[in-house]
C-alpha cells in the first residue's frame, strides 16, 4: 500500500488514544442489554455491586497470585481518569510527576489547583532519587506512558519506603500480567490504578478500578459519591471478565503486531522504546511537524515530550502508518 | 390490603430514593444497545456528544421558552450528584446551605473538606435574609427537598442580586414545568442542575446536566475531564428525550397518585408540605420510631430533619405504605 493511495482516499486512522482497535464485543454488549430489568435500570445501586467487586477480587486475586484482598481492599471508578481525580480529590500537599508520563495527571493537577513537582526521568527511563515528604502523592504509570517500559519493582520499592501516597497506575497491566499488588500487604501508603478502556475494549463506557488497604479505600469513598458508575456499566465488567479468554486472544494478536512495528521503526533507523503495552514510543526531530503531516493523510498520532507516541491498530491501519512515515521521513 | 398481610408475606417495597417506580422502557434500553457500533463502544467518546449536546438545547428552549441557550451554556455529568461535586471541586470559599435542604450537598462538602454555613428556612419554607459574598456558593433544591415545595421567582432573584454563585438544583424540573432558566440572560452567577433519574427513570445509568454562562461552563469543564459520561449513556438520553411523552405520561401517573396520598396523611391528622415532586414530607413526632416500623414491614422512607419524606410508588405500593402508617399510627 504506498503513501499516495492513502493520500487519494479519505481515511481516518485513530493511532493516538491506545484504543483497542478491535472494538468491544457487540453480542456481549446487547446480551448485557437485554439481561437488564426496567426497575434496576430505573433504580440507584451503589457502586461497587457486590457481584462486580466479587468478579474483580476473583481476577486480581488469580492474576496476582495474592490471597489477601476483599472487597475492603478496592474500589470502582469511572475509567482510570476518574480514579486519579478521586486520589487528586484528596487534595496532596505535593503532587510528584516523573516525565516522560501520562499527560492527563497535569489536566487534573491544573484542574483541581494542586501544588506538583516534576522530577524528570533518568534517560527518560529510570526513576531519578527524589526526597519525598508525608503528604505527598507521586503518580507513576508502571508499563510507563509514553515510553511503554516496565520500572523494575526494586524502583517502585524505593518510592513505598517513603511516607508519601505511591499512585502505580497499571492501565495496561494485562500487557504485561506485571502487578504491584503484591507490595500491597506491606505498603499502606501503596495505590494501584486500573482501567477497562484498554484490554477490555471499554473506553467509551468509563470503567476503571482501585486497589489499596481499607483505609485508604475508605478515604476514596469519602468523595466519590455512591452512585459513580452506571449499573449497566458494572454489569459489563462482570461480562467482559466472565468473557476474558475473547479479549486476552486479541492482546496477543496486538502484542504480534507491536514486535512487528517496532522492527519496521528501526529499519527506518528509529529507536522504540521497549514496551509492554499497546502503543510505541520514539524519539525523533521535527515530532509536530510528523504529526502535522501524518494528520492530514487522516493518521493520528500523538507528540509527548518531543516524541511520537503511536497507539497499535489493525494490522492494515498500522501498514498504512508505516507507509506513511516511510513517505513523510523519505 | 391490611398491614398483617403485609407483615406475613416478604415484600420490599422501595420509597426511600425518590425513584422513578415504572422503570426505564426495555424496548428503548435495547434497540440503543443494538444501535452501538463495536468500535465505539471501544472508543473515547468526549462527553458531550453533539447529538446529546444539541437534544438538550432544543429540550431546554422548548421547556424554557428561551432561545438564547447554545452547546456553550451546557456540560454533562454522571448524574445530578457529579454535577453538584463538579461545582464544589471549584472550591468555593464558603457553601451556603438552607436546611431542611437535599442531604447529599453535605456529604461531598465534607467529603471535599469545604468550608460551610447553614441557614435554616424560615417555617420550613422561605429563604431567609443572608448576607452573601463573593466566593460564596448557595446551593437550593427548587423544588426543594425534601418538602417538595417550590421556591418563589421572586426569593430566587434575590439570591442573583447577591455576589455569590447560586446552583439551583431543578432535579425535580419535570414536575413543575418551573425553571430559572429565563434568569441565566441576566446573570452569570446562576447555575442550573438538571438530572434524567427522575422523570427519565435513569437514576442507576447515572446522567445529569449543567446550565450556565459559557464562562462557568468552562470553569466546570476544567474539572470535568473529556470522558465523564459514557457513549452509551449519552446515546439512552437522547432516545429517552425523543420518547419524551412516554415518560411524561408517567409523571401525570404520578401527580395523581401524589395527591391521593397527600390526602391520604390530610386523613390521618398529618400535614404533608406542598409538593410539586415525587415526594410528599411530613413532620411527625417519633419519626425514627415510625420509620424502623415501616422498615419491619418491607417499607422503606426516609427521615429527614425530624420529617419523614415517602416517595410516590406504584398504586399499590402507596396502598401497602398508607395501611403500614394507620397500623403503627394506631
Redesign the interface.
Known amino acids: 500500500m504506498g503513501g499516495s493511495k492513502i493520500m487519494n482516499k479519505p481515511i481516518r486512522i485513530?493511532l493516538d488514544?491506545n484504543?483497542?482497535?478491535?472494538?468491544?464485543?457487540?453480542e456481549i454488549?446487547?446480551k448485557?442489554?437485554?439481561e437488564?430489568?426496567?426497575?434496576?435500570?430505573?433504580?440507584?445501586?451503589k457502586a461497587p455491586t457486590k457481584e462486580v467487586s466479587d468478579a474483580l477480587i476473583d481476577y486480581i486475586k488469580e492474576t496476582a497470585r495474592v490471597n489477601f484482598i476483599d472487597g475492603e481492599w478496592i474500589t470502582v471508578s469511572?475509567?482510570a481518569?476518574?480514579a486519579i481525580?478521586l486520589l487528586m480529590?484528596l487534595?496532596p500537599e505535593r503532587v510528584v510527576l516523573f516525565p516522560p508520563t501520562y499527560f492527563?495527571y497535569y489536566?487534573?493537577v491544573?484542574?483541581?489547583?494542586l501544588n506538583y513537582e516534576e522530577f524528570p526521568l533518568i534517560d527518560d527511563l529510570y526513576i531519578p532519587e527524589v526526597e519525598l515528604k508525608e503528604g505527598d502523592m507521586v503518580f507513576l504509570p508502571n508499563p510507563n506512558n509514553p515510553t511503554g517500559h516496565l520500572f523494575k519493582d526494586e524502583e517502585i520499592l524505593k518510592l513505598l519506603e517513603s511516607p508519601a501516597t505511591v499512585v502505580i497506575d497499571e492501565a495496561y497491566f494485562e500487557f504485561s500480567w506485571k502487578t504491584s499488588v503484591k507490595f500491597l500487604k506491606d505498603h499502606k501508603n501503596l495505590v494501584i490504578i486500573r482501567t477497562f478502556?484498554k484490554a477490555f475494549?471499554?473506553?467509551?463506557?468509563?470503567f476503571g478500578y482501585i486497589i489499596a488497604h481499607p483505609e485508604m479505600i475508605e478515604k476514596v469513598n469519602?468523595?466519590?459519591?455512591?452512585?459513580?458508575?452506571?449499573?449497566?456499566?458494572m454489569k459489563l465488567a462482570v461480562k467482559a471478565l466472565r468473557n476474558r479468554s475473547l479479549f486476552l486472544g486479541k492482546i496477543k494478536e496486538i502484542e504480534m503486531e507491536r514486535l512487528r512495528m517496532a522492527e519496521e521503526l528501526e529499519n527506518l533507523g528509529l529507536k522504540p522504546f521497549p514496551s509492554q503495552t499497546n502503543f510505541l514510543y520514539f524519539k525523533v526531530k521535527n515530532a509536530e511537524e510528523i504529526k502535522d503531516k501524518l494528520s492530514e493523510m487522516g493518521i493520528y498520532v500523538r507528540v509527548l515530550w518531543d516524541g511520537i507516541r503511536v497507539s497499535i491498530g489493525k494490522k492494515e491501519e498500522n501498514d498504512a502508518f508505516i507507509e506513511a512515515l516511510k513517505e513523510i521521513l523519505g
Not at 19 to 26: A, Q, S
Not at 36 to 45: G, K, L, P
Open positions: 485513530k488514544e484504543e483497542n482497535p478491535y472494538g468491544f464485543p457487540k454488549f446487547e448485557v442489554a437485554r437488564m430489568d426496567s426497575d434496576y435500570i430505573a433504580r440507584y445501586t469511572a475509567g481518569d476518574d481525580k480529590e487534595r492527563y489536566y487534573f491544573k484542574g483541581l489547583k478502556s475494549a471499554f473506553a467509551g463506557q468509563r469519602s468523595v466519590k459519591g455512591d452512585y459513580n458508575v452506571p449499573s449497566f456499566v
